[in-house]
């Protein structure tokens, strides 16, 4: 309440107002980079961030990830060509990137997937090999750090989302990480139609502007965010405690990051698991527990999409594979421990009726 009396004694709702100034620096100080550029929502901050760098062309970019990573691309005219993930951390492979690109490759954009980090190194050498940008879509990603701080100073820019899904949020929002108060200067004048003073405007922007609503909300919940944090991560652990008996669900590891956000929980539902995954969600959902398969369908399955050459599943195989078997199980601050107890039982309940079968296979089988 006094943050929304301070916005009606301001009048000043939008616009660069004192609480955006105010969030712009807050998260510089808490992420450890230097320049942030708020937005509206994470997906105008992509479709902006390709403008900002003038990338046209081809981008090589992965399958599995939420539709706006690819859509961002599509709006900007530009044409993604799509490679294979790792199956360990479900990141782009660099591996696949280089025999990817074409004289019109001009960027790469990676998804740190589920806030673990990508292969930064070795993507970052293909990049200056072929003399091509990356733009981390980190949209997953807000405070996760390697050994040498935030995982958002890699590349020519990572873009965050500040969704109300997300680890961190602002309802609706989002942010570029820029490397540079000029880059910065140019993304906010981006953002706000090409203006830079009211009558001069250089180039051609969109509306991208956070609210002051937004930023002071932002101000709110960055004052509980390491509280957020830490229950999470007791979430994660008490889940990979539990479910580590259970040989047919595989929990994601993690890709070596310093500090984590634990912003998701995917297991992978195996082959010989009772039940299929689309069977085990339907069973969570009937008994409230709502998981999501996150990502499914992959982005190439999506109309607009199967055409392009590099959308073809025989190429993107381990895509696919997690895509069929993906849940990302209920993980937020205020779920309690009861509640993820039930999630548990019902996922060991699937193991005891597997085992079951098992054993009734097998005494059918010795007194044949």
């Not at 294979?84 to 990676?110: G, R």
């Amino acid at each position: 309440m006094p943050y929304l009396e301070q916005i009606w004694e301001n009048k000043w709702l939008t616009n660069n107002g004192p609480f955006h100034k105010e969030l712009e620096k807050a998260l510089c100080d808490y992420l450890g980079v230097e320049h942030i550029a708020l937005f509206t929502n994470g997906t105008i901050a992509l479709v902006t961030a390709l403008q900002a760098l003038r990338i046209t062309g081809e981008v090589i970019t992965t399958p599995y990830s939420f539709v706006a990573t690819a859509h961002s691309l599509l709006w900007n005219g530009i044409k993604p060509v799509f490679v294979d993930i790792d199956p360990i951390t479900m990141n782009l492979d660099p591996n696949k990137i280089e025999v990817a690109i074409t004289p019109q490759t001009t960027a790469i954009l990676p998804v740190h997937c589920y806030g673990n980090p990508c292969d930064i190194d070795a993507i970052q050498k293909i990049a200056d090999n072929y003399n091509i940008k990356v733009i981390y879509d980190a949209a997953h990603a807000f405070g996760v750090k390697d050994d040498a701080g935030s995982i958002l100073r890699h590349g020519d820019l990572s873009i965050l989302s500040f969704h109300a899904t997300k680890v961190f949020n602002t309802f609706e929002g989002g942010a570029i990480v820029c490397p540079d108060a000029k880059t910065k200067q140019h993304i906010d004048n981006l953002k706000n139609f090409g203006f830079v003073n009211e009558t001069t405007v250089v180039a051609t922007g969109i509306n991208g502007k956070m609210s002051e609503f937004n930023a002071a909300f932002g101000l709110l919940q960055l004052k509980h965010i390491e509280a957020a944090i830490a229950r999470r991560r007791e979430i994660d652990q008490y889940y990979r405690h539990n479910l580590s008996e259970i040989s047919s669900i595989t929990c994601l590891k993690q890709a070596g990051q310093h500090v984590a956000n634990y912003a998701y929980f995917p297991i992978l539902v195996g082959d010989e698991y009772q039940l299929s995954r689309d069977a085990l969600y339907e069973k969570m959902r009937a008994n409230g527990i709502y998981g999501r398969r996150y990502f499914y369908p992959l982005i190439t399955d999506f109309p607009m999409y199967r055409a392009i050459f590099s959308a073809n599943s025989r190429d993107l195989h381990v895509a696919a594979e997690i895509a069929e078997k993906v849940i990302c199980l209920p993980i937020y601050p205020a779920l309690d421990i009861d509640d993820q107890k039930r999630v548990i039982s019902l996922l060991l309940d699937g193991m005891k009726t597997t085992l079951k079968k098992s054993e009734t296979n097998t005494k059918a089988g010795f007194l044949a």
